[in-house]
Each structure stands twice: as structure tokens, then as C-alpha cells.
């Protein structure tokens, strides 16, 4: 079993979307609290980084798809909304797309 599974990117993604939601309610919100805003900073970045690759990684081994990798690591350090959103539509786009040995293929 591998330890890179497409719900285990999810989770992830939308932890690191909470963290960079906080990181602005804390810079823009609050007046700008320094060690608030430089813990939540620097967690954003580690997170970033650490989720691009990984989800380039989880795309050659196919676990989930370019288009997501993508869009994790290039849209994600400016907004990892766009990586959260991309995992709710591949979920979505997987959820109708029949698979497993009961799939009837045309």
C-alpha cells in the first residue's frame, strides 16, 4: 500500500488552504501580529513546497492527475485554494467515471 493516496493529498491540500487563510485573516485582518504571521508564513511555504512535489511525484506514479500537479505547484504558493478546488473536481470527475472490475467499457 502506498503511502501517497489521492484522499491523503486532499486532506493535505485543504489543511494547507486553511493554514493560508489563516497566515491572511492574521496579516490583513488583525493588523499584522509578527510571530502569527511569520509562523502561518513560513508553515504556508514549507507546505507549498512540500506539496509540489509531492503531487509531481503523485502524477508520474499516476495517483492523480498532470493537470492537478500542476496546479498545486504553480498556483499554489500564490493561492493553494486553486489546488483545493482541483481536488474537489477531480473527486467529482471520479465519482462519475465508473471504475473497478464492474465497469462496462464502450
Not at 27 to 47: C, D, R, V
Not at 70 to 99: H, K, M, N, Q, W
Request: charged share 15%; glycine share 10%.
Amino acid at each position: 500500500m502506498s503511502l501517497i493516496t489521492f484522499r491523503r493529498l486532499e486532506v493535505a491540500s485543504f489543511i494547507h488552504s486553511t493554514v493560508y487563510l489563516s497566515l491572511l485573516v492574521c496579516a490583513f485582518g488583525l493588523g499584522k501580529p509578527q510571530p502569527e504571521t511569520f509562523i502561518l508564513g513560513l508553515t504556508h511555504g514549507l507546505m507549498w513546497i512540500t506539496m509540489s512535489l509531492i503531487c509531481i511525484y503523485a502524477a508520474r506514479i499516476r495517483v492523480i492527475p498532470f493537470w492537478l500537479a500542476v496546479t498545486v505547484a504553480i498556483l499554489g504558493g500564490l493561492g493553494p485554494f486553486c489546488g483545493s478546488v482541483g481536488f474537489v473536481i477531480e473527486d467529482r470527475r471520479r465519482r462519475r467515471t465508473p471504475t473497478g472490475p464492474r465497469a462496462v467499457k464502450a
